[in-house]
Nanobody, 113 residues
């Protein structure tokens, strides 16, 4: 069964760091593009970062230089390292496999002092 499971969310102070993890199962991570999205209260879901099966990476403009997407193919994990976080980064973060429209359940990130 194809599944994605996010973890690592929580409360973090402005300027702090957090690392999200996405455990992929039921398919070979090396063969698929993957992405992180987020949805803040009252807003539409938006793309944060993506990584292709070949390792090509893109970021949304407002997280460039602060967030880093990576993957561990052997462990079937996709990561989102979040540094220098801001209150506007507060959202539910979702791991996504675009092919087949596969989504995780999401993990809440709250940036507040």
């Amino acid at each position: 069964q194809v599944q994605l499971a996010e973890s690592g969310g929580g409360l973090v102070q402005p300027g702090g760091s957090l690392r999200l993890s996405c455990a992929a199962s039921g398919f070979p991570l090396r063969s698929y593009n993957m992405a992180w999205h987020r949805q803040a209260p009252g807003k539409e879901r938006e793309l944060v970062a993506s990584i292709t099966y070949a390792g090509e990476i893109t970021y949304a403009d407002d997280v460039k230089g602060r967030f880093t997407i990576s993957r561990d193919i052997d462990k079937q994990l996709v990561y989102l390292q979040m540094d220098s976080v801001k209150p506007e980064d507060t959202a539910v973060y979702y791991c996504n496999r675009p092919t087949g429209y596969v989504w995780g359940q999401g993990t809440q990130v709250t940036v507040s002092s």
